[in-house]
DNA sequence: TAAACCTGTTCCCGAGAGGGGAACCGATGA
DNA sequence: TCATCGGTTCCCCTCTCGGGAACAGGTTTA
C-alpha cells in the first residue's frame, strides 16, 4: 500500500459525506435544530431530518434543550485513538517533562495527510499562549514539528507530500518555496533537530526532535516560547539537547512497536 | 422537544450506519483491511471499498502500515465535545481536587441515552484501578453517579428512563426492581446524595452527590473506593461532605449558563 | 517457474435507498 | 383566533450504492 497524500477519486458515498457535515457543523455549534441544518447544508428539512435520526440511533447525537449535541461516546473514540497512535503515556510524559524543564509550550505531532497533526500537547507556567490545539493540523513547512517530521521520511514519501504542498505565508519568514524547503531539510537532517524562526507565528520560535524506530518516523516532539526568551544561544544549546533528549526517550521506550 | 429515551423509528440511513459500524471495527482494532472488514460486517468487499475512500476523504481515516486506523481529527472533536459539554475546566477542576482531598477515584458524569456517561475522572494514588473510562456508559441504577442524577431530574423525564431499564444484577447487591430503585431515590432525595454500596462492582463503594443548575440536573460527581477504607461512618461523613462540597462549587460557577 | 492464493481495486447492473417537496401537526405569540 | 415557525410524516422518482465478478499486483507454495 503506497503513502497516499493527493486525493484519489474512485467513488464515494453521498450520505455518509452528508452525515459527517451534520456532525461538523454540531461540533462548533451546539443546539443546531433541523431547518437550521438544512439552510446551512443545502438539504431538505426531510434529509436531514432522517439523518438525524440515524445519528442519534447510533448513539453519536444527543438531543439537547432544543437542538442536539455531539455524545460523549466521541471521548470514548478519542480514547481508543490516542491509545492506538504509539505509546501514549511515554509521549504524554515526555511533553510533560519538557514543560517543566522550561516552562514553555510543548507539543508532540505526528504526519498526517501531509501535515503536521498535534497529538499531544502541554503548557509551563510562563507559555505564551497559541491557538495550537490537540488534534488540529499545520502545514509541515512552517513548524518545527513538520520540517522534523519532514526531514526524515523516505524521499518518496518525502516527494509526495511536498508535491502537494501549496506554499502559504503566515509570516515574512515562512518558508516559501520547494528549493528553500529542501535546503532547510538537508540542514534539518544534518544537525538533528529543527527550527522554527517565526515562521509560523510572529514572535514565536521553536525547536523539534525526530522521534524514530528504526528507519520509520513515529513523530516529532518540541518546544515553542518566546523569541525574546529563545535566543540562538539557548535554541542551539540547552533547548535543542532537552528535545532531543526526550525524543531520545521516547524511541526506546518504543522499541517494542 | 420530549426527553428521548426510547427508540423512535423513523426513517434511518444504511449507509452511514455501515460508515459507523467500519469506524467502530477501527476503534478497537488497528491495521485491518478491507477484506477483513468485509467480512466482519457482512458486506462485500466494493462497498467497504467505497466507504473506506469516502472516510479517507473526510479525513476521518488515515491509510497506516497495510490498513487504516482513526484520524487525530476525532481528538479535536473530542475537545469541543467536552467544551460543550457544561464547564469543563471547573468540573475537571474539582474532580481532581477530590482526589487530592481523598486520594481515590473521582468521576463526574451526566446522563445519556438512559445511562450515566463518564465526562471526567481522575485517580489518586492509592486508587483502586476500575474499568470505567471517560466516554463509556454504566446502568444508571447500579451506580451512585446514576442514581443521584436520577433522584433529581423531572419526574417526566425519571420515569421515561426508568421505564426501559432492564435490571441486570451485576453484584448480589444491584438493585433489582423498579420499587427498589424508587425508594433508594426517595432516601436520595431526602439526604441529598447517592451511595453504591458494593451495587457495581464487589469491593467498590461510591457517593456521588448532584449537580444542579436551578431545575435542572447537569450531572453528578463522586469519589469511590474499596470497602475496607469507606465505612459507613466516612461515607455518611467526610466523604459526602466533600462530595457536596465539589458539587456546590460547580453550580457556583455554572450560573451564566 | 508457474500455479495457487492472497490482497486491494475496478466495473457494471439493478433494486431500493434516500433526497426532496409538500402536507401535517403542535407550540408559541401576537 | 390566526399566523408563524419549528419538527415530523408521507410519498414519489431518481440515481445512489450495495453486490457480484472480473482484474491486477504481490507473496507463498509446490
Redesign the interface.
Known sequence: ?P??TG??P????R???I??NI?EVL??Q?DVGVTELANELGHSKSTI???L????????L??E??GY??????????????D??GNYEVVQNEVESLVEETGEIAHFG?E??GQV???CKATGEQAVETAS?????QPMYSTSLGKAILAYLPDSHQEAIVDTMEFVSKTPKTISSREELYAELDRIAEQGYALDDEENIEGLRCVAAPVRNGPKVLGAISISGPSSRFTDERLHGELSDSVLRAANVIELNTKFS
Open positions: 500500500m503513502p497516499q486525493n484519489r474512485g467513488r464515494t458515498i450520505s455518509v459525506k452525515a459527517f456532525i461540533k462548533d451546539n431530518h432522517s439523518h435520526r440515524t445519528l442519534e440511533e447510533i448513539e453519536i444527543v438531543r434543550g432544543d449535541r455531539l455524545s460523549l461516546q466521541i471521548l470514548d473514540m478519542a480514547n481508543h485513538v490516542r492506538h497512535a505526528i498526517e495527510y497533526a498535534y497529538l490545539r490537540v488534534g488540529t493540523r
